[in-house]
């Protein structure tokens, strides 16, 4: 039955339900094939996700929200903000230009952490450098502006898009990123500068292209402003209200949908309602609760765009719920007043559930991907044009597949709850304050003065990962498998002996990723086949999916950490990751609170940690990468995280013995705002990233007087660069500037999985020889 309510994905995917675009970029960039062939699948992959949004019930389409690697970059390469590096002389932007912005123009693609939020680099022309979209794991390319910046309209890939789908008969609502997003989002090199003073001057780009589109025949564009989740200054309220009264007029008949999402909007409410745009989304998975002010304050001609499908996350929506409360906006509003949508893109979420033949059937019939909520969302548009009754079937559905997830046994675990219930005050803290601990840990370890360890990654050579898939694809048997493994740890754990590091680490060998190793041995997780998601250009990843309680049934690091210690009479680091970590990289169920789900995961971590102390471990290492990127988009919300963050943290290392020194490692070291936090994990020794910045974030930990010990990274291992001697040792005297020198450790920033052996073993040959320099001197 057709609907009148318009109902809108705001954006899908564009990866392709097979990977097509990655295996088209990369072909291109290896120079296998021509570039005729790259455009001929993008065009492939733009028109079949068209036609599937049409087939599927959706009528506000969305064109332009392709990219061949991030939107942002599109909208740079569209306004002409290409820095003079690139060497663009002007006119249309070519396609090598686009991607010497993306991944630099020569040379190895440089260090790829994985889960980075640094620019990459090369031998030739860098590229921009990249960061996460907003709390996403997706990465954009950060714009870079100067204070000279000019501005032109360089590209009208808007309307080319917008035409292309117009010839396949699909009638688009063209996607483009805001221009105070945009603006916010880039950065200059000058200091001081603030690029959202470049407003007035980017503005003239927007109309010409808003015009462009009325022109071919648009009649609705979208555009997108996530800045509006974010704490905004006065000034930049102001210029909102500048830019969309300049754009609301820029073409006549062309109507406007601003987008916001990501969270509610907060104290921008008022900002955002006041301006004269004829649509407004809003994110209500986010911010249900702001939907009552944003009724009394919307004007009765502003279309309100309900973002109630949760393009975040991979669970089926509750319609029922949904329908209680979208039905009294209809009611108040009218068919015409509304829009029925995803809380966001759907570029977030995987494509299409129906791939996962290898999931339990219970478990897949509660997932919703791309395409199984573009059904909900027409369900639930149907449901309101002709009642529920006129659903029926869909939502009994379901309301059927939640009832079974709500009852299910592999969901619910009452050992687990009842631990959770059992969490005391005593299994959050150490026997001792650290200055106890610390005098018992030195008697024990006897360590020398700037002891010398890596982060416990060594490098995922070829044949590392080569051995892996054999073994996946049942070529290699799990005894060959495991003596390969054991063979390049014990290789490993000989070869820092003979370089001389004081804590050794056994090198990861037998991961496959820091998190995904974890979530494969806990229970309450699972894996999916083809559940990719943009983290990157073409790096896709799959992230575990929490359905469940989570438990830990058997050791997970205890042999590996076994091993490699049964080898060397120097000490092994343990290797885990933590809590929250896991939890930041995964889709986490939604009928828990995250902070809950969390201290599930650090009781099982907390176990193992107490397996490897039993085992005989002295040191254990628990990761955190992602703490930090886990902070809420609002200042007022970072409280409430942090303290479950840092909670989950001291659940997992407080069951052990005073003598074991407990490391954390984050791969960054901006800890201004924070730094109270990361005080109060109490990890005896935290490893940090601070190469590049020259130890000058240390300066947080100095006004803190942090009195633990630190190991600020001196190598910085996204470079293939080996640094010297001399070099390393002035890090480390501008470190022992600002710490005591009696708290330092000697480390490189991050693991060196991504690094090649050719450059790991002369730069870690080097750093200890700072090491030995420093004990010198001190
Ligand atoms: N132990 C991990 C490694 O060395 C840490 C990785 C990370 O922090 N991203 O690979
Ligand atoms: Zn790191």
């Not at 064109?63 to 903000?81: E, H, I, K, P, R």
């Not at 209200?241 to 609301?248: H, I, K, P």
């Amino acid at each position: 039955m057709p609907s009148e309510i318009s109902i809108a994905t705001l954006g899908v995917s564009r990866i392709g339900r097979r990977r097509e675009l990655k295996f088209a970029l990369e072909s291109y960039w290896s120079g296998k094939s021509p570039a005729a062939e790259l455009l001929d699948t993008a065009r492939a992959l733009r028109a079949a996700n068209w036609i599937e949004q049409r087939d599927r019930g959706i009528t506000a389409i969305p064109s332009n929200d392709f990219s061949f690697y991030d939107q942002v970059l599109d909208t740079a390469v569209m306004v002409g903000a290409i820095p003079p590096r690139y060497g663009w002389s002007g006119g249309a932007v070519p396609l090598d230009i686009y991607f010497a912005m993306a991944r630099g123009s020569q040379g190895d693609v440089a260090a790829d952490c994985g889960h980075t939020h640094h620019g990459h680099e090369h031998h030739g022309v860098t590229a921009l450098e990249m960061t996460k979209w907003f709390d996403t794991n997706y990465h954009y390319m950060v714009p870079e502006l100067s204070a000279g910046q000019a501005f032109s309209l360089t590209s009208t890939k808007p309307v080319e898009e917008f035409l292309e789908a117009k010839a396949l008969g699909v009638h688009t609502r063209p996607v483009l990123v805001g221009p105070l997003t945009f603006l916010k989002l880039g950065k200059s090199s000058e200091p001081g500068f603030d690029p959202v003073t470049l407003l007035a001057k980017l503005l003239p780009v927007y109309e010409d292209i808003l015009g462009r589109l009325a022109a071919a025949g648009a009649d609705w564009v979208q555009i997108d402003e996530p800045v509006l989740a974010l704490d905004l200054a006065p000034e930049e309220r102001e210029a909102f209200r500048v830019a969309y009264g300049r754009l609301a007029a820029a073409a006549p008949g062309l109507n406007i949908l601003l987008n916001a999402y990501f969270d509610g909007l907060g104290a921008n409410l008022g900002t955002a309602l006041a301006l004269p745009v004829q649509g407004l989304h809003v994110d209500l998975v986010r911010a249900p609760g702001e939907l009552a002010a944003i009724l009394d304050g919307a004007r009765p001609d502003l279309v309100l765009s309900l973002g109630v499908v949760d393009g975040r996350n991979i669970w089926r929506s509750n319609l029922d719920a949904i329908l209680d409360r979208v039905e009294p906006v209809m009611a108040r509003r009218g068919a015409a007043g509304i829009e029925i949508a995803a809380s966001c893109s759907l570029l977030h979420v995987p494509i299409d559930v129906e791939l996962e033949t290898a999931l339990e059937p219970d478990l897949r019939s509660w997932l919703a991907f791309s395409v199984q909520k573009m059904d909900e969302l027409t369900t639930i548009a149907a449901a309101l044009a002709g009642g529920r009754q006129a659903a029926r079937a869909k939502l009994d559905a379901s309301a059927k597949a939640l009832a079974s997830r709500a009852a299910s046994l592999r969901v619910h675990d009452p050992l687990v709850q009842g631990r959770m219930a059992g969490i005391d005050a005593g299994m959050k803290t150490r026997q001792s304050p650290f200055a106890g601990r610390r005098k018992l840990q030195a008697a024990k370890l006897r360590l020398p003065a700037f002891p010398t360890t890596t982060i416990g990654s060594f490098p995922q050579t070829a044949e590392v990962r080569k051995a892996r898939s054999r073994h996946a694809r049942g070529e290699l048997s799990y005894a060959d498998y495991d003596a390969f493994l054991k063979q390049e740890t014990a290789a490993t754990i000989r070869w820092q002996e003979e370089i001389g590091l004081d804590v050794l680490v056994h090198g990861e060998f037998e991961r496959n990723d820091m998190v995904q190793y974890f979530g494969e041995q806990l229970a309450g997780f699972a894996f999916t086949q083809h559940a990719w998601v943009q983290s990157y250009g073409s790096r896709y990843v799959r992230p575990p999916i929490i359905f469940g309680d989570v438990s830990r049934p058997n050791p997970m690091t205890v042999a590996w950490w076994h091993y490699a210690q049964s080898v060397t009479t120097r000490p092994v680091k343990g290797m885990l990751t933590g809590p929250v970590t896991i939890l930041n990289w995964s889709f986490v169920r939604d009928d828990l609170p995250r902070g809950e789900v969390c201290r599930q995961i650090a009781l099982a971590i907390r176990d193992e940690v107490t397996d490897l102390e039993k085992a005989g471990a002295g040191m254990i290492q628990i990761d955190e990468a992602a703490l930090r990127e886990g902070l809420p988009l609002r200042r007022a919300d970072w409280k409430t995280y942090l303290d479950w963050a840092v909670e989950c943290f001291r659940i997992c290392s407080s069951g052990v013995a005073d003598e074991t020194q407990i490391h954390t490692h984050m791969c960054y070291s901006e800890f201004n705002q924070i730094i109270d936090a990361i005080a109060a994990m109490d990890a005896d020794v935290i490893s940090i990233e601070t190469s590049r910045s020259r130890m000058e974030l240390l300066d947080a930990f100095r006004s803190f007087k942090y009195p633990n010990e630190i190991g600020p990274g001196v190598y910085d291992i996204h470079s293939p660069r080996v640094p010297e001697v001399g070099e390393m040792a002035e890090l480390l005297l501008l470190a022992s500037e600002r710490i005591g020198g009696d708290q330092l450790w000697v480390n490189p920033d991050c693991g060196l999985k991504t690094r090649k052996w050719e450059e790991v073993r002369p730069a870690l040959v080097n750093m200890v020889a700072a090491a030995r320099e420093l004990r010198l001197r001190a």
